[in-house]
């Protein structure tokens, strides 16, 4: 039987469109994330631009590989011009190659398969989210989320100014996480915690974990005691409360989450408090 702390964030999840890391294999988000998250899990971001669409497609094995299937996929690969990279990458980098998954023609059938979720064309400008190709020398847009279109995407200015900060918090977490403003330390600790929360590939048995470093897990888990837990309205994926449940914590964590869900926020900053300086956050490592 699931516990409650688990029952708990299986509600949350299902509401709010995030991943219950405790219980899955690999996350696959129900809605597009935050900004912050896609920060936190991108290989390399890029503002740049689409000067071509290569003619062959590539086949190769998919992004997240499953252990034991050696089965290829076929990739539509655009070249990006880099105006700026904002995380990543090498400092002369100014181009890289932008990879979409390419549905293949289903069999007896004269039309392809479902369209690729992205598809870019020449001259398209935008912010890129991107993943390293484990095998390939390219990088992939596996959802549409992971690229802000500048003509399409609603306030891109907006969005884009996030992700700069973000990445500007990200490349130096320390000093986020000891930043004078608070929103600055909540969301720098908020993207640690998805980065090491989040699971990056497909396992096989139960998933394998590591702790962080204790004074940075110290440091996050306060900064999450510290923050306004005051939000009355349902919680979103960046509130206190649903970053302390994507910590993952059980019983054998001395978790026990209260039955009356409205008693949780206190409850989960009293442990905070009790355990902020002992308690390691694990972190999700390839097996």
Same mark, same amino acid.
């Given at each position: 039987?699931?516990?409650?702390?688990?029952?708990?964030?299986?509600?949350?999840?299902?509401?709010?469109?995030?991943?219950?890391?405790?219980?899955?294999?690999?996350?696959?988000?129900?809605?597009?994330?935050?900004?912050?998250?896609?920060?936190? %899990? /991108? =290989?390399?971001?890029?503002?740049?631009?689409?000067?071509?669409?290569? @003619?062959? #497609?590539?086949? *190769?094995?998919? !992004?997240?590989?499953?252990?034991?299937?050696?089965?290829?996929?076929?990739?539509?690969?655009?070249?990006?011009?880099?105006?700026?990279?904002?995380?990543?990458?090498?400092?002369?980098?100014?181009?890289?190659?932008?990879?979409?998954?390419?549905?293949?023609?289903?069999?007896?059938?004269?039309?392809?398969?479902?369209?690729?979720?992205?598809?870019?064309?020449?001259?398209?400008?935008?912010?890129?989210?991107?993943?390293?190709?484990?095998?390939?020398?390219?990088?992939?847009?596996?959802?549409?989320?992971?690229?802000?279109?500048?003509?399409?995407?609603?306030?891109?200015?907006?969005?884009?100014?996030?992700?700069?900060?973000?990445?500007?918090? %990200? /490349? =130096?977490?320390?000093?986020?996480?000891?930043?004078?403003?608070?929103? @600055?330390? #909540?969301?720098? *600790?908020?993207? !640690?915690?998805?980065?090491?929360?989040?699971?990056?590939?497909?396992?096989?048995?139960?998933?394998?974990?590591?702790?962080?470093?204790?004074?940075?897990?110290?440091?996050?888990?306060?900064?999450?005691?510290?923050?306004?837990?005051?939000?009355?309205?349902?919680?979103?994926?960046?509130?206190?409360?649903?970053?302390?449940?994507?910590?993952?914590?059980?019983?054998?964590?001395?978790?026990?989450?209260?039955?009356?869900?409205?008693?949780?926020?206190?409850?989960?900053?009293?442990?905070?408090?009790?355990?902020?300086?002992?308690?390691?956050?694990?972190?999700?490592?390839?097996?």
């Amino acid at each position: 039987m699931a516990s409650r702390s688990a029952a708990c964030l299986f509600i949350l999840a299902t509401v709010l469109g995030i991943a219950a890391p405790p219980t899955v294999r690999a996350v696959v988000p129900l809605t597009a994330p935050p900004i912050p998250k896609r920060v936190a %899990l /991108a =290989d390399l971001i890029v503002v740049g631009k689409v000067t071509a669409i290569e @003619d062959d #497609l590539v086949e *190769a094995s998919p !992004l997240v590989k499953i252990p034991g299937v050696s089965n290829k996929v076929s990739f539509r690969v655009a070249v990006v011009i880099v105006d700026s990279a904002l995380l990543g990458g090498k400092k002369d980098e100014t181009k890289v190659r932008v990879a979409v998954f390419q549905a293949a023609r289903r069999a007896n059938a004269d039309r392809p398969g479902k369209p690729a979720k992205v598809q870019f064309t020449a001259d398209q400008e935008g912010c890129f989210f991107l993943r390293k190709h484990p095998d390939e020398s390219f990088y992939v847009v596996q959802e549409a989320f992971e690229f802000l279109d500048k003509e399409k995407t609603k306030d891109y200015d907006k969005e884009l100014a996030l992700t700069k900060k973000c990445a500007q918090l %990200l /490349a =130096d977490p320390d000093a986020g996480l000891e930043a004078k403003d608070a929103g @600055d330390r #909540l969301l720098t *600790a908020a993207m !640690l915690i998805f980065r090491c929360r989040t699971p990056r590939v497909v396992y096989t048995k139960e998933p394998k974990t590591a702790p962080i470093d204790a004074a940075q897990s110290k440091r996050i888990l306060t900064v999450l005691a510290e923050a306004d837990w005051t939000e009355t309205k349902l919680p979103s994926a960046m509130a206190p409360l649903s970053l302390f449940l994507y910590l993952g914590l059980t019983e054998k964590d001395g978790w026990r989450a209260p039955i009356d869900v409205k008693a949780l926020p206190d409850a989960a900053r009293e442990w905070l408090r009790k355990n902020a300086a002992d308690f390691r956050i694990q972190r999700y490592v390839t097996e």
